[in-house]
Nanobody, 127 residues
Framework: QVQLVQSGGGLVQAGGSLRLSCAASGRTINTYAVGWFRQAPGKERETVAAVAWRSTTTYYADSVKGRFTISRDYSGNTVYLQMNNLKSEDTAVYYC????????????????????WGQGTQVTVSS
């Protein structure tokens, strides 16, 4: 079993920044890809960003390109989502997810591909 523990999030003014963390622990994992998703009230879940095992391969939704950066720290088994120039429309609950035993350069933008999920964290951007 793999556990994903999220941290970060909170309340920030428009134009501000936040960093979300997603720490993986549990069974030995050879490789895993990570995705960040969000869901606002009354809206469908949206893919925000994804990263392959090799962190040079990434995906971003058009709505966050140039503002959000996904990165990973292999030593700490942690993936980060740096969110800059936040907008009110970024307000949502954010979830990280992991898919294990993946090819080195494959990311996954479909939430249905993932095996494990974090607990979710609220991000609220005030205008």
């Amino acid at each position: 079993q793999v556990q994903l523990v999220q941290s970060g999030g909170g309340l920030v003014q428009a134009g501000g920044s936040l960093r979300l963390s997603c720490a993986a622990s549990g069974r030995t994992i050879n490789t895993y890809a990570v995705g960040w998703f969000r869901q606002a009230p009354g809206k469908e879940r949206e893919t925000v960003a994804a990263v392959a095992w090799r962190s040079t391969t990434t995906y971003y939704a058009d709505s966050v390109k140039g503002r959000f950066t996904i990165s990973r720290d292999y030593s700490g088994n942690t993936v980060y989502l740096q969110m800059n120039n936040l907008k009110s429309e970024d307000t949502a609950v954010y979830y990280c997810a992991a898919k294990i035993n993946v090819p080195y350069h494959q990311y996954y933008s479909d939430a249905g591909e993932y095996d494990y999920w974090g607990q979710g964290t609220q991000v609220t951007v005030s205008s």
